[in-house]
């Protein structure tokens, strides 16, 4: 088992630009999360998926940030346009149905908007 | 609404003493409980979890935490710490329900020789 993968590591980008992180779950689970981690808010979380299908995002903190799932295997989150503030690490985990089965998270990307 | 507590940002402790980092949580009935360990650059490694039954968990890394529904608190303890266990710890709760979780702020832990 691979566990969850992100993509890329590190993302450096300028004011403006659009921005694609990527995430690929655990084969077989149908629940993946996106989280935003900082120094001020500590882990917060700003989307998750059911299926493939978006279920809560109300944790996205602007219509610049937009999230697809569109295969049970592939899920990007996009930030168009970029802002310094959206400087963080994030986060991708996922689960499968049951009440035993804990979140795995992915190794994060680390975005930098200067 | 539910919220996790973790009172301590930053933790010192000597290698081979003992640790315990707090948990405080406000939910409505029982929670399921959890432990997440962060070292830098990485995710979050699970470290235990509490579903129901017995109340004192054991986890991997020699982790154990308590829960005590009296106090609403879910402290994380080892009894003796090695200089590999410094890292991010965080506390989180779930409902039950696949909805993710709620994160505590985390406790920075800290090993001094």
């Known amino acids: 088992d691979a566990g969850v993968i992100q993509s890329p590591r590190h993302e450096v980008t300028e004011m403006g630009q659009e921005v694609t992180l990527r995430c690929k779950p655990i084969?077989?689970?149908?629940?993946l999360f996106w989280y935003r981690q900082t120094m001020m808010r500590g882990l917060e979380l700003l989307i998750y998926?059911?299926?493939?299908?978006?279920?809560?995002d109300s944790g996205m903190p602007e219509d610049r940030f937009s999230a697809k799932m569109p295969n049970a295997s592939f899920s990007t989150l996009k930030i168009q346009p970029s802002e310094p503030r959206d400087s963080a690490v994030y986060f991708c985990?996922?689960?499968?149905?049951?009440?035993?089965?804990?979140?795995?998270f992915g190794n994060g990307t680390r975005l930098t908007v200067t | 609404a539910q919220s996790v507590t973790q009172p301590d940002i930053h933790i010192t402790v000597s290698e081979g003493a003992s640790l315990e980092l707090r948990c405080n949580y406000s939910?409505?009935?029982?929670?399921?409980l959890f432990w997440y360990v962060q070292s830098p650059g990485q995710g979050l490694q699970l470290l235990l979890k509490?579903?129901?039954?017995?109340?004192l968990v054991q986890g991997i890394k020699g982790f154990e935490a308590e829960f005590k529904r009296s106090q609403s608190s879910f402290n994380l303890r080892k009894p003796s710490v090695h200089w590999s266990d410094a890292a991010e710890y965080f506390c989180?709760?779930?409902?039950?329900?696949?909805?993710?979780?709620?994160f505590g702020k985390g406790t920075h832990l800290i090993i001094q020789p």
């Open positions: 985990a996922s689960t499968r149905t049951g009440r035993n089965s804990p979140l795995h």
């Open positions: 084969s077989g689970h149908d629940y």
């Open positions: 998926f059911n299926n493939n299908v978006p279920i809560d």
């Open positions: 939910y409505g009935a029982t929670p399921y």
């Open positions: 509490y579903f129901s039954g017995d109340t």
């Open positions: 989180a709760l779930s409902g039950g329900g696949a909805d993710g979780l709620t």
